[in-house]
C-alpha cells in the first residue's frame, strides 16, 4: 500500500474506534463515572484528614543509648516509626510525609556517657557547667501545630523519663526542637494522583484485553488478515485511541479535584503527560499480554481481575504502602502501578518534573517492553 493509503487508512481505523469508545456507555462509565465516585465516596469517609501520623528518625550514631531511644519511640502507639538517612528522612518531611524527623547526632551515646560520668567525677579543669549535654534534634511540621506539638510532647517525656532512669530528675540530654515548613497533604490530595493511576490501568488492561478478545471471537481479526492493510494498522489505530481515552481521564479528574476539592497541579504538565502515556502503554500491553495467552474472552475477564485487583491495593493507591509487611515488600516494589501512583504525586503535589522520576519511567518501560515481547511470541488471530 502507498503511504497516502495507508494514512487513511490509519485515519479511518482510529476514528471508528473513537467512535466506539463513545458509543459504549458501559465504558464511559467504568473509565470516567465510577473513580469520580469513588474519589468522591472515599473523601466523604476521610474528609481531609491524614491516614497516618508518621515519625522519621535517623540514627547517626548506633550506639546502645541511641537504639534506646529509637525503641522507645517504636512502642508508642501513635506514632508509625522510619529509619533512614536524614536526606531522604528531611525529604519526607518537607512532602508532609512525616510529622516529624528525630536526629541523633553522631558521638550521641559519647557525649551521654561523658555528661553522666561527671555528676560524679568531673574531669580535670573542667566545672559542672562546662559539660554540655547531649543534643538530639527534633525537626517537625510547622504548618500542622496540633499533630506535631502530640509529636514533641511524646519526645519530651521520653527525654525526661530515661534522664531520670540514668542520673535522676535532670535530664543528661536535650531534645532540640527545629520547625520545618511542609507541604500539607490531606488524604483527598493524596487520593487524587491514585485515582488518575487507577483510571488508566483499568481502562488500558481492561480496553485492550477485552476488545482483542471479542473481535477474536467474532472472527474480526480473521478479517482483518485478508485486508491489504498492514497489520500495525490495527495495533497503532488501538493505540492511540487508547491515549486519547487517557488525555480525557487525566484532564477530567483534574478538572474535578480542582473543583470539587482545591487540588491543583504543582508541577511539570509535560511530566504529566509523558508519566501518563508511559502508564497507559504499559497496561495496554499488559492487556496484550493477557489477550494473548487466555483465548476466551470468558477466561481473560476473570485473569485480567487477576492483574488489575492486587495492583489496586498494593500500588499505593488509596492508602500508603510504606508500613506493608516487609514480605510484601518485593512485589509493591515491581509492580508498575506503584511508580505510575508515586510519579502522580510527586508531579501533582511535590512540584515535581522529569528529575527524580527516572526510575518510574525505567521501571514501567520494562514492564511495557516485557509485556509486548510476550504478547507477540503468544499471539494467535484465531
Not at 95 to 103: Q, S, T
Not at 231 to 248: E, N, Q
Not at 361 to 376: E, K, N, S
Request: aromatic residues 10%.
Amino acid at each position: 500500500m502507498k503511504i497516502k493509503q495507508i494514512s487513511s487508512s490509519l485515519g479511518r481505523m482510529t476514528l471508528a474506534m473513537i467512535k466506539m469508545n463513545v458509543r459504549n456507555r458501559e465504558l464511559i462509565f467504568w473509565t470516567l463515572l465510577f473513580p469520580v465516585f469513588l474519589m468522591f465516596l472515599l473523601g466523604s469517609v476521610f474528609g481531609n484528614g491524614n491516614s497516618s501520623f508518621p515519625v522519621g528518625i535517623v540514627d547517626n550514631d548506633g550506639s546502645p543509648e541511641a537504639k534506646a531511644i529509637v525503641e522507645s519511640m517504636k512502642k508508642i502507639e501513635a506514632f508509625e516509626v522510619f529509619t533512614g538517612d536524614k536526606e531522604k528522612e528531611m525529604e519526607q518531611l518537607k512532602k508532609g510525609r512525616r510529622r516529624v524527623v528525630i536526629e541523633i547526632p553522631a558521638g550521641f551515646g559519647e557525649t551521654l556517657r561523658y555528661s553522666i560520668g561527671q555528676k560524679f567525677m568531673l574531669p580535670q579543669g573542667k566545672t559542672g557547667t562546662e559539660v554540655k549535654p547531649a543534643v538530639i534534634r527534633v525537626y517537625y511540621d510547622s504548618t500542622r501545630a496540633a499533630a506535631s506539638q502530640l509529636a514533641l510532647a511524646s519526645v519530651r517525656e521520653i527525654v525526661d523519663k530515661m534522664g531520670q532512669k540514668m542520673v535522676g530528675y535532670r535530664a543528661p540530654f536535650i531534645a532540640e526542637e527545629k520547625p520545618v515548613k511542609a507541604s500539607s497533604t490531606r488524604y483527598i490530595e493524596f487520593l487524587v494522583p491514585g485515582i488518575l493511576a487507577m483510571m488508566i490501568m483499568q481502562s488500558s488492561l481492561f480496553g485492550v484485553a477485552l476488545t482483542i478478545a471479542n473481535w477474536r471471537e467474532k472472527g474480526i481479526l480473521r478479517r482483518f488478515l485478508v485486508t491489504p492493510m498492514p497489520r500495525w494498522v490495527l495495533a497503532f489505530a488501538r493505540l492511540v485511541s487508547g491515549l486519547m481515552i487517557t488525555m480525557v481521564q487525566l484532564v477530567f479528574l483534574l478538572l474535578v479535584a480542582y473543583f470539587a476539592y482545591d487540588v491543583t497541579l504543582k508541577g511539570s504538565v509535560l511530566a504529566l503527560l509523558a508519566l501518563a502515556v508511559a502508564g497507559a502503554m504499559a497496561f495496554m500491553a499488559i492487556g496484550f499480554m493477557a489477550a494473548s495467552v487466555v483465548s476466551k474472552a470468558e477466561a481473560l475477564e476473570p485473569v485480567t481481575n487477576v492483574i488489575n485487583m492486587p495492583m489496586m491495593f498494593l500500588g499505593g493507591i488509596f492508602f500508603p504502602v510504606d508500613s506493608a509487611p516487609g514480605w510484601l515488600q518485593p512485589v509493591i516494589k515491581a509492580i508498575p502501578i506503584t511508580y505510575l501512583s508515586e510519579g502522580f504525586r510527586e508531579i501533582i503535589l511535590a512540584g515535581g518534573g522529569f528529575a527524580g522520576l527516572e526510575k518510574n519511567f525505567a521501571i514501567i518501560g520494562a514492564w511495557t517492553v516485557g509485556a509486548l515481547l510476550i504478547a507477540v511470541w503468544r499471539f494467535r488471530w484465531e
